[in-house]
């Protein structure tokens, strides 16, 4: 990081486009990542940065985080790093949005929850969701959600953009077995 830079800056977007924004959330995310492999570090940098660029946009992004799999007991995604309300601890495999990404290891762009067959409601104001699949060595390892108080807030920019950010943050960790 140059010097004079604080880490907090990078959450700084001022007023931009939202594919603007969100390439900056990824090339944020790789300069914090560049020094730390550590997956709670880093996931939390990500929640951040998402959060602080969402609401740059005046989007109304109520939650933005992470769900992990916990490979060594339930196997079922287990609450990780995020910004927002307190959330649903566990979500099983193919239940609910973030169940169904990490299930198909496809993104989940959903633009009515209320429409979203089996949709988990941890915040019953989320009117719409994305949630991008985390994929390392062909396993998904996490999945980042991200609930919107208004509906249809995320399109095909937010898609492309968020799965460009799964994959810097897949390749950024050293994920524990």
């Not at 609930?147 to 249809?152: F, G, I, N, R």
């Amino acid at each position: 990081m140059g010097e004079g830079k604080f880490h907090a800056d990078y959450s700084n977007f001022g007023k931009t486009l939202k594919r603007e924004a969100l390439e900056l959330v990824r090339m944020s995310f790789e300069a914090l990542a560049e020094d730390s492999r550590y997956w709670v570090l880093n996931l939390s940098n990500a929640a951040s940065l998402l959060w602080h660029a969402y609401h740059s946009l005046d989007i109304p992004v109520n939650w933005a985080g992470f769900y992990v799999v916990d490979r060594n007991v339930s196997k079922d995604l287990v609450l990780g790093p995020f910004q927002g309300k307190v959330a649903c601890q566990s979500i099983q495999i193919g239940k609910g949005v973030c169940g169904v990404a990490a299930l198909e290891k496809t993104t989940q762009c959903v633009p009515d929850v209320e429409q979203f067959p089996g949709h988990i409601a941890c915040d019953g104001e989320t009117q719409s969701e994305i949630v991008v699949p985390i994929v390392k060595d062909s396993q998904v390892i996490a999945v980042l959600d991200i609930d919107c108080l208004e509906k249809a807030a995320f399109d095909q920019d937010d898609t492309e953009l968020l799965e460009a950010l799964a994959v810097a943050i897949s390749n950024s960790l050293d994920w524990p077995q």
